[in-house]
């Protein structure tokens, strides 16, 4: 597979709003995929929230001229902390990008979650 992904937590193109997010609160993430096979990925954010997983298709989308996956997700109505990593699959095989915070990396099993704050203002 060629391909190269990146997502920055500390970045607004990647995470926006950037830390914590209100309870209820709509925000977007996105996985910037660049090499031959990235107009063939397809992507899930795997999300734990509420206590249980949530997945969510990506949509490819075009920033200043690079593909990128975006995700829309809205805060749980309770204040808690919400995990988060993304799956990538390319002609069947599968990988997975995630991190603890700022850049993540590639990983071929389940990495390390991003982690969101959600509180109630």
């Known amino acids: 597979m060629e391909l190269f992904a990146y ?10 709003p950037l830390g914590a997010l209100k309870t ?14 990235a107009a063939h990925a397809l992507t899930c954010l795997r999300l734990w929230a ?9 949509e490819q989308e075009n920033v200043d001229g690079l593909l990128y996956h975006t995700f829309r ?6 204040p808690q ?8 699959e390319v002609h069947g095989e599968r990988r997975f990008y995630g991190g ?22």
């Open 24 to 37: 209820g609160e709509e925000a977007v993430l996105r996985l910037r995929l660049r090499g031959a096979d």
């Open 50 to 58: 509420d206590s249980h997983e949530i997945l969510i298709r990506g």
């Open 7 to 16: 997502h920055n937590s500390r970045e607004k193109i990647c995470r926006c």
């Open 73 to 78: 997700i809205t805060a749980p109505a309770l």
């Open 100 to 121: 603890r915070t700022g850049e993540g990396r590639p990983s071929g099993t389940q990495p390390p979650d991003y982690q969101i704050t959600v509180y109630e203002p």
């Open 81 to 88: 902390l919400i995990w988060y990593y993304f799956i990538i």
